[in-house]
């Protein structure tokens, strides 16, 4: 895995900002949980495409829903 080169922008529990996503830009959304070698897997169709995953927090040691 390559180092980022942009810092990370962090939210705050408080931070009321908008994360703005554009709808062209999404092809497909999909849910998974990462296994225990740190893999998420996605069709076989998206192969070779570019992709970002969002890890959600745990609350309570329960996954957000």
Known sequence: ?????????????KDT?????HV???EAETTGI???RGYLYVGQNYAGR???????REKDG???Q
């Not at 180092?3 to 705050?12: A, T």
């Not at 570019?50 to 959600?56: L, R, Y």
């Open 62 to 64: 329960k996954e957000n």
């Open 1 to 13: 895995m390559k180092p980022r080169k942009e810092p990370l922008i962090e939210y705050g529990e």
């Open 24 to 26: 062209q830009s999404i």
């Open 34 to 36: 990462i296994n225990n």
């Open 17 to 21: 900002r908008d994360i703005v996503f």
């Open 50 to 56: 570019k992709a970002t995953t969002m890890i959600w």
